[in-house]
């Protein structure tokens, strides 16, 4: 199943069955997200992402930058990350994404991808610090600017799939059990030369 949004309208769902990928289409229009884009490009706190597979240490040329209420602390991908108090900016676009979503969220981890030969492999969100308030399901409000990108998902028990481009200032939530029987990954494309930055809003629940 392929979604090609060209001018992405909202849907309830993108998912056929256990989970909820909620598109809710383009939420800023073209000069808020140019204008976003270019602030979040020279004013986060920009660094190499750290990660560990198969007991192997990786430095990606992909960069993150993770905000939040404190300074947290996160694992995952076998790497230790440390939270940024909140940006201005992006704290202000928090509130924002809470309202359209319905949902809290006490931080953001970045992402800049700054062409399309930079990607993230097959993953689920689905550390258990990542629960929200209720013990039972993750919510992550994902925003895109910038460069168009596919990002795919698989089912992780049934031979399912699907995929949608995902366009600057477009927004989707991901919840209910999404993480538990989904992956996700955003694919490679020689074709695109511009940069793209996703700002994956969470609930963290520390230690």
């Not at 040329?61 to 900016?89: I, T």
């Not at 991901?174 to 930055?197: D, F, N």
Request: hydrophobic residues 35%; contains cysteine.
């Amino acid at each position: 199943m392929t979604l090609e949004l060209f001018e992405p309208e909202s849907q309830d769902n993108l998912l056929p069955c256990d989970g909820v990928v909620q598109n809710c289409g383009l939420i800023l229009n073209a000069a808020q997200s140019d204008q976003y884009l270019r602030y979040f490009l020279q004013h986060l706190a920009w660094q190499p992402d750290e990660v560990v597979l198969h007991g192997q240490y990786y430095i990606t040329e992909r960069k993150v930058v993770w905000y939040g209420d404190e300074n947290y602390q996160y694992r995952y991908s076998g790497s230790l990350k440390q939270a940024h108090v909140w940006n201005s900016g992006l704290f202000r676009l928090k509130q924002h994404i809470e309202q359209v979503a319905g949902h809290p969220f006490n931080s953001c981890l970045a992402n800049l991808y700054e062409n399309g030969q930079q990607a993230v492999g097959w993953h689920s969100d689905d550390e258990p610090s990542l629960v929200s308030r209720d013990g039972y399901e993750t919510v992550i409000a994902s925003l895109s600017f910038g460069a168009t990108r596919k990002m795919s998902f698989k089912h992780k028990r049934l031979a399912l799939k699907a995929d949608v481009m995902l366009q600057s200032g477009q927004l989707i939530v991901m919840r209910g059990q999404t993480q538990k029987y989904w992956k996700h990954c955003i694919t490679k494309s020689a074709k695109i030369l511009e940069p793209r930055v996703n700002l994956t809003f969470r609930y963290f629940s520390p230690a």
